[in-house]
């Protein structure tokens, strides 16, 4: 099973977005990517996506969309893990700047897991993402599908006033 966890942090603001810009690049990395930004320089990473919500005057409180994503036995090897890395980021590609971060991390049947960071406005027409219910389970099914494994969904909020120890 392939699990999926959509994590909204309505606390930190732009700050926030700054930090999860450079996450990526920590702990156990093994491949970065992205769309519509620079994934290697967190620091224009970030600015390019502050761009964006400038542009559209859409510097909310909620700066970012964190989908973490685990996968079970479907990526054995890195190169396999990778490949899956870049199709589920390519699947937001044509409406919001996406960073990804390939992780290897052994966890029970687990040994990569990915995180995404997508700007939370869209550079094509500046609507927020919302992430709804009905939003994420297509995109479950989506990443279902392509590794050919049931999916399991969880929706995590964090509002705590707290500086951020983990992304």
């Known amino acids: 099973m392939v699990y999926v966890k959509l994590i909204r942090n309505t606390y930190g603001g732009l700050m926030y977005l700054?930090?999860?810009?450079?996450?990526?690049?920590?702990?156990?990395?093994?491949?970065?990517?992205?769309?519509?930004?620079?994934?290697?320089?967190?620091?224009?990473?970030?600015?390019?996506?502050?761009?964006?919500?400038i542009y559209y005057g859409k510097e909310s409180r909620n700066p970012l969309i964190h989908i973490?994503?685990?996968?079970d036995d479907c990526a054995q090897t890195k190169e396999k893990a990778c490949e899956f890395a870049e199709k589920f980021a390519r699947y937001y590609k044509n409406d919001y700047?996406?960073?990804?971060?390939?992780?290897?991390?052994?966890?029970?049947?687990?040994?990569?897991?990915?995180?995404?960071?997508?700007?939370?406005?869209?550079?094509?027409?500046?609507?927020?993402?919302?992430?709804d219910v009905g939003e994420m389970k297509k995109y479950c099914n989506f990443i279902a599908k392509t590794t050919h494994r049931k999916t399991y969904l969880e929706f995590e909020r964090k509002t705590s006033l707290s500086k951020p120890e983990s992304v």
């Open 68 to 71: 973490m994503i685990s996968l």
């Open 18 to 53: 700054k930090y999860a810009c450079g996450y990526g690049q920590k702990h156990d990395l093994c491949a970065l990517g992205g769309y519509g930004v620079n994934p290697y320089d967190p620091d224009l990473a970030y600015t390019q996506m502050h761009y964006i919500k």
């Open 97 to 131: 700047q996406v960073l990804w971060a390939l992780h290897g991390k052994e966890r029970g049947s687990s040994k990569y897991h990915i995180h995404m960071i997508l700007n939370s406005v869209s550079y094509v027409n500046g609507k927020m993402f919302h992430g």
